[in-house]
């Protein structure tokens, strides 16, 4: 056997480079977590696949013969152009039902005080000397929302893209572990046994119709660039809530969502290249974005508390930390600390109507930042 021949049979071994190998083993890691531990496996296993796909030594999944493979086609087909986020919002709108949050409006305030931790983490990054795109994209990981975070990044850092999305994505999952230490330290255990009564008043079908349509139509006047995230997460509400499209309902919960999560994901993946990816400035935006995170849910449960402090003791500050986009898992974790408290207390339902106004806040601060650093970028 010649030379030629063995390098021939050998040359994924001979070009396989140790940044190609780490990473190809940080995929096997977020495998993992998806199997054994359960962090996010919907996206957190074909971001692992995808990752261990693109750093194969040789492969062709990136480029075959000159031309795109299969994961640069899913990456230009669906994150290069924010095609995949936007359909994934209209499958959460599906899933979202905004009635505690119609019920008692006032939590508004909540969701909009859970995205300041984006913001001092945007004036943070700038400090450190990212650049303004850069560091809009880093803040957006505190919404602790993937969707947003991709479209704002791919937006304005496409590079940075992969490691954005991993942080997003894995602080989402890590939720119940990160938010109870902080809810513990800033409340006492007399503000979390606060039990408030909740009002059932029904809420027509007329008006859960009407507050999709209206959400839209201000959002798309006042923050323009925050249109399509708030659109097509309205638009799919819009279809639970007229209950005469359950076909296409069923379908962006279901099939759509599940396809386009794991086109995602693999897309996703493909941006995680060693040469690209194992830089120091990753681990500046895994930093960033945890203390993103952190600053979130510390501003909400504060705002909670003023909260608190101006109904005379009658509000309960947790369910500030649930204005965060971590939707519906942050509510989930609000209702296990308050329960820990007095194992009679539910707050469950003004929870999730904080984070439902999470979830439309952390679009509209995504729209906010891109109507912030968009003539920075062009320039």
Known sequence: MDAETLNNLFAGVLNLSWQGLVMMLVGCLLIWLAIAKEYEPLLLLPIGA????????????????????????????????????????????????????????????????????????????L?????????A????????DGPTSIFVSGKLAPEMVGPITVAAYSYMSLVPIIMPPIMRILTTHKERAIKMPYSSREISQKTRIIFPIAVTVVVGVLVP?????????????????????????????????????????????????????????TLFI????????????????????????????????????AGIS????????????????????FVLMHAMGANAAGQVASAMAGGVLLALTSNMVIA
């Open 225 to 281: 660039f925050a249109l399509p995230l708030i659109g097509t997460l309205m638009l799919g509400n819009l279809m639970r809530e007229s209950k005469v499209v359950e076909r296409l309902t069923g379908a962006a919960q279901n099939e759509l969502n599940n396809i386009v999560t794991l086109f995602l994901g693999l897309a996703i993946g493909s941006t995680m290249v060693g040469d690209k990816f194992i830089q120091v400035q």
């Open 50 to 125: 995808g990752c261990i796909l693109a750093n194969m030594p040789l492969s062709t999944m990136m480029v075959s013969d000159g031309n795109p493979g299969m994961l640069q086609v899913l990456y230009d087909m669906g994150v290069g152009n924010e095609l995949f986020p936007l359909l994934i919002f209209i499958g959460i709108g599906a899933m979202t039902d905004f009635g505690p949050l119609l019920e008692n409006p006032r939590m508004v305030l909540l969701g909009a005080a859970g995205q300041f931790g984006i913001f001092l983490t945007l004036i943070l990054a």
């Open 127 to 135: 400090l450190l000397g990212f650049a303004p795109n850069e560091a």
């Open 326 to 345: 971590a939707f519906p898992m942050a509510a989930r974790v609000v209702q296990q600390e308050a329960s820990k408290a007095d194992n009679s207390n």
């Open 137 to 144: 994209s880093i803040g957006v990981i505190g919404a602790i």
């Open 286 to 321: 895994l930093l960033l974005g945890l203390l993103a995170f952190c600053l979130d849910t510390v501003c909400g449960v504060l705002f909670g508390k003023l909260m608190n402090l101006l109904s005379g003791g009658k509000f309960n500050p947790l369910i500030g930390a």
